[in-house]
């Protein structure tokens, strides 16, 4: 089956309806319902509760408190390097923006400006730079982490689709990661400024930051901008930014000249948080 064929029942199904039901049942508390559906989710995907800050299944009161548990202190040792991986995962696409143009998979591309919600000024500071590509699956850890320290500068809620991001759909819809409904935070660092995107997807009932809370919902149909210049927010590399309510998809932009990507770093292979990305 072609990929376009595997992702047409997308095009078809409510996904905004299925998302909105999605996120009221993982953040209802619902007892022993939750705690099944919960125990059936970790044997489904294997999911390693030894890793978990608190490895008791009956303890989460939601589906949400489950999905997004810290990990025991020391799970994910930060690796001396100037950048470093931000989530557990797998690797979807990473290298060099080509002016302005990023690879998505074999036949698709979208421009920085799209993925941005539109600021071409913004956009521009990463022309010919660097860019990474970084896939959640339900089975991992669901923190995102500073690939190094910065500066908190803006933050753009980018309404859009929300359409599937696994590696089938990637490859069967165009313009995927500039698509769909996306959080984009903007950074100063010692290196220049980088971009994090949170992308979202199909049954991701939200996205939220640590200076912000949740920024969705409310879902509107336009961009929302907040700009920090006028406080300190500052984090630290391998300190925690942001999570999602059910797994999606990590976009990074780095200007021209910044970032050297690790040599052994491959397209679908699975990464963990804290390990080098780069030079």
Not at 234 to 254: A, I, K, P, Y
Request: proline share 6%.
């Amino acid at each position: 089956m072609s990929d376009f064929l595997a992702v047409l029942p997308q095009y078809l199904m409510p996904k905004q309806l299925l998302t909105i039901l999605a996120g009221k049942f993982a953040s209802a508390r619902l007892g022993s319902l939750t705690t099944s559906v919960i125990r059936r989710f970790v044997a489904r995907y294997q999911v390693n509760m030894q890793e978990a800050a608190n490895p008791d299944i009956a303890s989460y009161a939601s589906f949400n408190e489950f999905f997004t548990r810290p990990l025991r202190e020391g799970a994910r040792p930060l690796t001396n390097a100037k950048f470093i991986c931000p989530v557990d995962g797998a690797i979807s696409q990473f290298g060099n923006i080509e002016r302005d143009s990023i690879f998505q998979a074999k036949g698709h591309s979208y421009t920085t400006t799209a993925l941005v919600g539109g600021d071409a000024e913004l956009a521009a500071q990463f022309n010919d730079g660097s860019f990474a590509t970084l896939y959640l699956s339900p089975k991992d850890y669901h923190r995102i982490h500073m690939p190094c320290a910065g500066r908190l500068r803006r933050m753009i809620y980018v309404p859009g689709d929300l359409f599937s991001v696994n590696p089938t759909t990637a490859r069967g819809v165009p313009g995927l990661f500039a698509r769909n409904e996306r959080v984009v935070c903007v950074f100063d660092s010692e290196f220049g400024q980088f971009v994090l995107t949170l992308v979202g997807a199909t049954i991701v009932g939200s996205m939220a930051t640590v200076w912000h809370g949740m920024v969705n919902p409310p879902r509107s149909g336009s961009v929302r901008e907040w700009r920090y210049d006028d406080q300190q927010i500052t984090l630290q590399q391998g300190e925690e930014m942001g999570r999602f309510l059910l797994g999606s998809t990590v976009v990074m932009l780095f200007p021209k000249n910044t970032l050297s990507f690790n040599p052994a770093w491959q397209p679908t292979q699975a990464i963990r948080m804290g390990e080098a990305m780069g030079s």
